[in-house]
């Protein structure tokens, strides 16, 4: 099994992940080109999950019979999500001590 992985305007992907459904510990990435090649030994019907970051994942039924090279190319569309509103909050603590211990070095010293 090998083919290339592109996006919506034909641009390479480089580092998607390929993975069989049925075993997502066995996979590859795609290269510098957007390849991939996965060695699917099993002859029974197999999907295989496409996914990158920021695009929808794939997945694609492939049937491989004995010593055949299939050959599959695929698109990834891009996915985008809109946020609502987003909430940032900052706090600051300090100890009675250590601020103590610092207005007395910037305070004027006396000297008896």
């Known amino acids: 099994m090998r083919g290339r992985i592109v996006d919506e305007k034909g641009e390479t992907?480089?580092?998607a992940n390929i993975v069989l459904?049925?075993?997502p510990g066995y996979g590859?990435?795609?290269d510098f080109d957007g390849n991939y090649?996965?060695?699917i030994e099993s002859p029974e019907p197999?999907?295989?999950i496409f996914r990158f970051v920021s695009y929808k994942t794939q997945e694609v039924p492939v049937n491989?019979?004995?010593g055949q090279v299939l050959v599959k190319n695929v698109i990834l569309t891009v996915e985008?999500?809109?946020l609502g509103e987003v909430e940032i909050?900052?706090?600051q603590s300090r100890e009675k001590d250590a601020y103590m211990e610092k207005v007395k070095m910037n305070s004027a010293t006396t000297i008896d």
Do not use: M, Y
């Open 13 to 15: 992907i480089i580092g």
């Open 21 to 23: 459904k049925s075993n």
């Open 28 to 30: 590859t990435i795609s």
């Open 37 to 39: 090649s996965l060695k």
């Open 46 to 48: 197999q999907v295989l």
């Open 64 to 66: 491989v019979k004995d």
């Open 80 to 82: 985008s999500a809109e």
């Open 89 to 91: 909050v900052a706090r």
